[in-house]
């Protein structure tokens, strides 16, 4: 059993991120990096400061517009219209989910999508579906790097994703998709889950249900994709598999954490590379 060393991977990663930064303020160009967080969520706040800590030893500039869970929509569009303007901000990403009276489709749309570093905006979702560049979700993306450097190809191989959100699930199938996989996605509705995932060479799952996949639910040597981050009351961060017996009968596997998380934040570093790059039509 192989397992996929998402923090290594992260930090070579970062590290060419840094260097990318080097030479574009060599061309007098600081990357920019614009957050918007609303609430006091700890999570989202704990994932924001990961992102502005990761940001600041990459050298990108970055901002965090923090609200309060009372701020009315046209506030929220009101700032991201002036990021938008903002030449010296090259990524917007909104810290998700948002309050129950916000439209989050209506505040994803609002960004530009030149400037989509989370890869949200229909814009960036229809291209990526359509197997044309665009800016890729941060999590999905980072799965298939961590796929990438492990020398496992999806060519040809049944996946099953477990888990349709916009965020993760649905830019995940796609990917395997692109990549030549035979995909299915299972969701809350789906019946026997067991029964799909059993056929799978790749499961990636990520819904939050702590030991969800079990030993007997996946077959000898397949590839397991823990995207689930679930803390226990004893403070232990878990994913949603049962890694010990799991890990003992799959040929590869991410653990929690360490795995999938910390190619997120990478990952989103490198988007906001590719929009400095685009936006001022440079090469490095």
């Known amino acids: 059993m192989t397992i996929l060393d998402g923090k290594k991977l992260s930090t070579k990663i970062r590290t060419e991120v840094k260097k990318d930064v080097e030479l574009l303020q060599q061309k007098g160009i600081t990357p920019g990096l614009a957050v918007v967080l609303v609430g006091v969520d700890p999570a989202s706040a704990a994932y924001v400061n990961m992102k502005s800590k990761a940001c600041k030893e990459a050298g990108i500039y970055s901002i965090v517009h923090e609200m309060p869970d009372s701020i009315s929509q046209d506030n929220i569009l009101e700032i991201i219209t002036m990021m938008n303007k903002n030449p010296n901000i090259d990524g917007i990403l909104v810290q998700l989910p948002l309050p129950a009276h916000i439209d989050t489709t209506a505040i994803l749309e609002a960004i530009d999508p030149k400037k989509d570093v989370d890869g949200f905006h229909p814009y960036n979702v229809g291209r990526v579906v359509a197997g044309?560049?665009?800016?890729?979700?941060?999590?999905?993306?980072?799965?298939?790097?961590?796929?990438?450097?492990?020398?496992?190809?999806?060519?040809?191989?049944?996946?099953?994703v477990v888990g349709a959100s916009n965020i993760v699930g649905k830019p995940m199938a796609t990917l395997l998709l692109n990549a030549d996989a035979t995909v299915e996605i299972c969701h809350i509705f789906t019946d026997d889950l067991k029964k799909h995932t059993l056929q799978a060479d790749i499961i990636c799952v990520g819904v939050g249900v702590v030991n969800l996949i079990k030993?007997?639910?996946?077959?000898?040597?397949?590839?397991?994709?823990?995207?689930?981050?679930?803390?226990?009351?004893?403070?232990?961060?878990?994913?949603?598999?049962?890694y010990t017996n799991v890990s003992s009968k799959c040929s590869h596997i991410t653990p929690v954490p360490g795995g999938v998380g910390p190619m997120t934040i990478a990952m989103l570093l490198k988007n906001t590379i590719k929009s400095v790059l685009l936006r001022n039509q440079v090469e490095l």
């Not at 999905?140 to 190809?153: A, C, F, R, S, T």
């Not at 030993?215 to 949603?240: C, P, Q, S, W, Y």
Request: proline share 5%.
């Open 132 to 160: 044309l560049d665009g800016f890729i979700p941060a999590t999905p993306y980072g799965v298939m790097e961590l796929l990438k450097e492990y020398n496992i190809d999806p060519k040809g191989k049944n996946a099953c």
């Open 215 to 242: 030993e007997d639910m996946v077959k000898k040597d397949a590839i397991i994709i823990d995207i689930g981050i679930n803390r226990l009351e004893t403070g232990k961060l878990v994913g949603d598999v049962d």
